[in-house]
């Protein structure tokens, strides 16, 4: 039985040396991503086209009711001022879930790779840090650690670091322990469907033992919940922590 | 006695309890998202009305406490696939 679960594979090596990281390396999260880019512009340019006032179309009703979700999202949980965060959380949320429903393609989806989402984390945590700057002044933002006492300093940074640690590591341990059972159980069940099927004598056993008969069909129930639920569910959490967290950050 | 044999057992060994016993921070998840959902049920209970308000804030409260369990399962993931690895090329 032969089970490969592996990292992001490095697709090619370029000559490019950047800095402090290191060789640029060309990996199977990096090309599924533009692959997903391209999966949401496209789809936002096919909802988009031909926009009319009256006489709507269904794509136009659809484009409709995405645009007002997402308007009843942030200005309904962050308030008025914060409108111009719409954009950012909406495209937050459409790259999140095509990235993690592209696993049921059958590519390696973007989010199972703990990179991708510290990328997004660490974005949130600088726009989160700079709310609260703005919010409280440079002053007041350092003073802040500080609170209730000073000598819980140390734990109030630790604190702060965790937001974007807790945020990234829990999406990606969603999608990740997703991909990893759905491997385990093809291959699981392609053992069974060989066993199964190698009881027929003869030739015919032998010919149809090799074909893993059993890997349709059944793992599509362990698919409903970790592709469509976990996926769905952890685009909506991040997107209700990066809303939440700066909400917060703009009180003070 | 080959003592770099032994040094790699113990190693590995050590990943592969390692990683079960990481898997011990599910318990916590697991007890606290029950009680939510009782307390969830409890309240759709008194209030049907507000089902809808109750299972989404449930659900969201839900996917916050899994943070922990999560974290031990990361833990074990490292300790199997990605430890194992680098113990082999420290010993060897």
């Known amino acids: 039985m032969e089970v490969d679960i592996t990292g992001a594979r490095i697709l090619f090596d370029t000559p490019i040396n950047l800095p402090i990281l290191g060789q640029l390396r060309i990996t199977e999260t990096m090309v599924i991503s533009w692959l997903v880019m391209l999966v949401v512009t496209g789809l936002c340019i096919w909802l988009t086209r031909n926009l009319k006032t009256e006489n709507i179309s269904k794509r136009q009703a659809v484009a409709e009711m995405l645009v007002e979700m997402a308007n009843k999202f942030v200005v309904g949980n962050m308030g008025e001022k914060f409108r111009y965060f719409v954009p950012f959380v909406a495209a937050l949320f459409a790259t999140s879930m095509v990235s993690n429903l592209i696993g049921l393609v059958g590519l390696r989806s973007p989010t199972a790779d703990l990179s991708t989402e510290m990328a997004w984390a660490i974005t949130v945590f600088v726009l989160i840090t700079a709310q609260k700057i703005k919010t409280n002044g440079l002053g007041g933002y350092l003073k802040d650690f500080t609170t209730p006492i000073p000598l819980l300093t140390p734990f109030n940074i630790l604190g702060e670091v965790a937001t974007p640690i807790g945020m990234a590591f829990r999406h990606f341990g969603n999608i990740l322990s997703g991909l990893v059972i759905n491997t385990l159980l093809y291959a699981a069940l392609a053992v069974a469907s060989s066993a199964l099927l190698g009881l027929i004598p003869g030739a015919v056993g032998a010919v149809l033992s090799q074909i893993p008969i059993l890997d349709v069909g059944i793992p599509a129930i362990l698919s409903v919940y970790f592709d469509w639920v976990s996926g769905v569910l952890q685009a909506y959490i991040f997107c209700m922590l990066t809303v939440m967290f700066i909400a917060n950050a703009a009180e003070g | ?92």
């Not at chain 2, 007890?31 to 759709?44: F, K, N, P, R, T």
């Not at chain 2, 922990?68 to 990605?82: D, E, H, K, N």
């Open chain 2, 1 to 92: 006695m080959d003592f770099q044999f032994l040094a790699k057992g113990i190693a590995l060994a050590g990943c592969a309890l390692g990683a079960g016993i990481a898997l011990i921070a599910g318990v916590g998840p697991g007890i606290g998202e029950g009680e939510a959902v009782a307390h969830a049920l409890d309240a759709i209970g008194r209030q049907p009305e507000c089902k809808g308000d109750v299972t989404s804030t449930m659900i969201l409260g839900c996917a916050l406490a899994e943070t922990t369990g999560i974290y031990g399962f990361v833990t074990g993931l490292l300790l199997i696939f990605v430890a194992p690895g680098s113990f082999m090329n420290l010993l060897s």
